[in-house]
């Protein structure tokens, strides 16, 4: 009978051991009281992994992995920048970086120097154009795993620190070497400015950072000098930056209490207003602003206040729709949150920011496949009553995002064609203008001016020497696209040669011959002012004018 009642017993015991546990599990989860979570769940559940989680955790990680995410949720501009990022993210906008002072291109997996800054270190060491970059601290620096970030990596750093290049010279057989000290180099806001023709001055502005202003105010005083009465203010491609520089520039062209711009945000710190203080010395000079749909931000406050205040026209392809004001709020351990506090409003008071959408990110891509860089009537929002804005004179302009332009220009496709767009997006026509370049340096130097370079090379049958090149680089002639192409391509070479040669200033003036955006603007200056004087401007100032596609290759400095 025990055999029989311990086991038994034992089971029982067992059982109820088990339920009793469970029962006792339930009542202290019931039971507990709920955490008070003072500083947030986020701070609660990252302590709670820390201190709780059955293994070890990297805390600092999750948070690098979760921020962006959260940050993601909000609007597609606000950031999280990790702390090994900050420098490199905040001098794009900043005046100078310490480096070695060249302006650099990788071709054939070896880094190319196109230019060496005036004053630079490389220059005090005697770096030229054209060398070759081959070692970084006696360790080789060739290949296909070189890339941009890794260049400037290795060749920026703190000013006073030394970094030793070993260099192949086109004329030596072997590597130099040179013991380059870095130092400041400044990053420049206005690629060029020159006298288009003998009344209209022309200023190219890329960015807008915290020397743009000072840069943007000697060109258009030195062009005033020059004998210019009009001017062009080209901002496509310009992606925005600091808004007060954009202020200080607009300040320029407006009259006392003129508006030009205002922000609407959560509380009144973030909600102002900016008019213009009556002290700009260009309140009556005709003026053109190009735009297009890489054109954001700082240059849609721009082009905004320029049009809303019927101060000059604004001309090319819908800028891109970025209207946000972003503060930037440092952490601890020097990462930092690029959060949107506001939102741009032009005078007429049109949202310069585009609506968030699913495909935020493919709006560009979508309005291309939409036919908008190419036809007016594309357009990619809806022109309805409730998306109308005035100007101060009344004139009509529309809402929706972005800033549409008085005067559209499409896209020129008319000397476009498959063999060109293979030459030119597989980067031949730029190393082709590169080796061109650096094999014909001595004759190259002696001529000091675009027209007297030109001129030259109008006599050097670049096309065919091109076409040969591109052959040998297993893209196959194609007579009739050549043919049709071939002015196009020959003024891009010219233009790249100009670049090598004698920098933007050369670069630019050859560009612009084929620039049908830029002719719209010296017609409007010269030959239509009167029609923004008076009010009147229509669609008969469309005339089937094409724009240029952009062909300027970004080059990197170190």
């Known amino acids: 009978m025990k055999r029989i009642l311990y086991p038994t017993l034992l089971a029982v015991t067992a059982i109820l051991g088990i339920k009793l546990g469970e029962i006792l599990t339930e009542y202290r989860m019931q039971a507990a009281p709920a955490v008070e979570c003072r500083n947030g769940k986020l701070d609660y559940l990252f302590n709670l992994i820390k201190e709780q989680y059955v293994e070890d955790v990297d805390v600092k990680e999750l948070e690098e992995k979760a921020i962006p995410e959260i940050m993601a949720g909000l609007d597609p501009h606000s950031v999280y920048i990790p702390a090994a990022n900050l420098q490199?993210?905040?001098?794009?906008?900043?005046?100078?970086?310490?480096?070695?002072?060249?302006?650099?291109?990788?071709?054939?997996?070896?880094?190319?120097?196109?230019?060496?800054?005036?004053?630079?270190?490389?220059?005090?060491?005697?770096?030229?154009?054209?060398?070759?970059?081959?070692?970084?601290?006696?360790?080789?620096?060739?290949?296909?795993?070189?890339?941009?970030?890794?260049?400037?990596?290795k060749l920026r750093g703190p000013k006073g620190t030394m970094v030793k290049v070993g260099v192949k010279r086109n004329n030596s057989p072997e590597i130099l070497h040179f013991d380059i000290v870095r130092g400041d180099i400044p990053l420049t806001s206005v690629d060029v400015a020159y006298m288009i023709d003998p009344e209209t001055g022309y200023v190219k502005v890329n960015k807008f950072g915290s020397t743009t202003f000072s840069e943007f105010s000697d060109a258009m005083?030195?062009?005033?000098?020059?004998?210019?009465?009009?001017?062009?203010?080209?901002?496509?491609?310009?992606?925005?930056?600091?808004?007060?520089?954009?202020?200080?520039?607009?300040?320029?062209?407006?009259?006392?209490?003129?508006?030009?711009?205002?922000?609407?945000?959560?509380?009144?710190?973030?909600?102002?207003?900016?008019?213009?203080?009556g002290t700009g010395e260009f309140q009556d000079v005709p003026v053109v602003v190009l735009i297009d749909e890489w054109s954001a931000s700082a240059s849609e406050i721009f082009a905004g206040a320029i049009q809303d205040n019927d101060r000059g026209f604004v001309i090319g392809r819908r800028s891109f729709g970025k209207g946000l004001v972003q503060q930037q709020f440092t952490l601890r351990d020097s990462s930092a949150i690029r959060l949107t506090i506001s939102r741009f409003h032009t005078p007429s008071g049109?949202?310069?920011?585009?609506?968030?959408?699913?495909?935020?990110?493919?709006?560009?891509?979508?309005?291309?496949?939409?036919?908008?860089?190419?036809?007016?009537d594309s357009v990619f929002i809806d022109k309805a009553d409730s998306l109308t804005f005035k100007t101060a004179n009344g004139r009509t302009v529309y809402?929706?995002?972005?800033?549409?332009?008085?005067?559209?220009?499409?896209?020129?496709?008319?000397?476009?064609?498959?063999?060109?767009?293979?030459?030119?997006?597989?980067?031949?026509?730029?190393?082709?203008?590169?080796?061109?370049?650096?094999?014909?340096?001595?004759?190259?130097?002696?001529?000091?001016?675009?027209?007297?370079?030109?001129?030259?090379?109008?006599?050097?049958?670049?096309?065919?020497?091109?076409?040969?090149?591109?052959?040998?680089?297993?893209?196959?002639?194609?007579?009739?696209?050549?043919?049709k192409s071939k002015n196009y391509i020959e003024n891009l070479l010219k233009a790249y040669i100009a670049r090598n040669t004698l920098g933007y200033n050369g670069f630019y003036p050859i560009l612009h011959k084929k620039d049908n955006t830029l002719k719209k603007a010296l017609d409007a200056l010269h030959n239509n002012w009167q029609l923004l004087e008076n009010n009147s401007v229509t669609d008969t100032l469309q005339n089937n004018f094409e724009d240029t596609t952009k062909v300027k290759q970004d080059n990197l400095e170190i």
């Open 399 to 483: 809402g929706g995002g972005g800033i549409m332009p008085d005067m559209f220009v499409p896209r020129d496709t008319s000397e476009v064609t498959p063999y060109f767009n293979k030459v030119n997006n597989s980067g031949l026509i730029h190393e082709f203008a590169f080796a061109y370049t650096d094999a014909n340096r001595n004759t190259l130097k002696q001529f000091k001016t675009t027209e007297e370079l030109e001129s030259y090379l109008d006599k050097q049958d670049l096309c065919s020497k091109f076409t040969n090149f591109a052959e040998g680089k297993n893209v196959k002639k194609k007579s009739n696209q050549i043919a």
């Open 350 to 376: 049109r949202c310069i920011q585009k609506p968030y959408a699913e495909d935020y990110e493919d709006d560009i891509y979508k309005r291309y496949l939409h036919g908008e860089f190419y036809a007016e």
């Open 88 to 153: 490199s993210v905040n001098e794009a906008l900043d005046g100078s970086f310490s480096g070695i002072g060249v302006e650099f291109n990788i071709q054939n997996d070896t880094v190319m120097i196109l230019a060496v800054i005036n004053g630079g270190p490389s220059e005090k060491v005697g770096l030229l154009p054209g060398d070759r970059i081959v070692e970084v601290n006696d360790t080789l620096f060739v290949g296909k795993d070189i890339s941009n970030e890794k260049v400037m990596k």
């Open 221 to 277: 005083y030195k062009l005033k000098a020059d004998g210019a009465s009009k001017f062009v203010i080209d901002l496509r491609g310009n992606p925005g930056g600091y808004m007060n520089a954009a202020i200080k520039m607009i300040n320029m062209f407006l009259k006392k209490n003129d508006m030009i711009v205002y922000t609407e945000g959560k509380t009144l710190n973030c909600c102002s207003q900016e008019l213009a203080d």
